[in-house]
């Protein structure tokens, strides 16, 4: 049975297993940014206690929003991660939204992605959010059905910084 937890150093094996598997592809609500290095035991120690930090109490660069980090797991193994942004910027609210969300390769097809996005909208439910933004690739038809199933109902697809973006609002 999967679980959400908090990021954590325990699994980096599993994680590092992971990033093989997304190769060069972007990991999307894992909270990666270009300067993380990941390749020492203390830049993944550091990078998962950024993640822990970054919810309301740390300080964000202007470009960023405060957001909670949650590693999709199951026996002991990184499966994908799922990210709740408390708000929006202009960046976000034109493609990204609040929640974003990635399930490795290996694990993909099993209903994890909208397992989990159905665990995180109960969370920002209970946080006070009365509806949220999701957004995914036009192509990716997987997410897009995800989104839907979850109750999103499609705002508009047009161009963004992430490129031709499907723009969906669930109304918790």
Not at 26 to 38: K, M, S
Not at 57 to 72: M, Q
Request: aromatic fraction near 8%.
């Amino acid at each position: 049975m999967p679980e959400l937890i908090e990021p954590t150093v325990e699994l980096r094996d599993s994680f590092l297993e992971s990033s093989r598997e997304w190769g060069d592809e972007h990991q999307d609500g894992a909270g990666l940014w270009e300067a993380d290095d990941l390749t020492t035991a203390e830049g993944f120690a550091d990078w998962v206690e950024r993640l822990r930090q970054q919810s309301d109490s740390v300080e964000i660069t202007p470009d960023r929003v405060p957001a909670t980090y949650w590693w999709i797991v199951e026996d002991g193994n990184y499966l994908g991660a799922i990210t709740l942004r408390h708000a929006l910027n202009e960046k976000l609210a034109a493609g990204g939204g609040h929640i974003g969300y990635g399930v490795r390769p290996s694990a993909r097809g099993r209903g994890l992605a909208t397992w989990a996005l159905g665990q995180v909208l109960d969370r920002a439910r209970a946080r006070g959010m009365d509806r949220v933004m999701v957004s995914c690739d036009d192509d990716n038809v997987a997410s897009a059905r995800t989104i839907e199933r979850n109750g999103g109902v499609l705002q508009d697809v047009g161009e963004t910084w992430l490129g031709l973006t499907r723009r969906y609002w669930i109304e918790l």
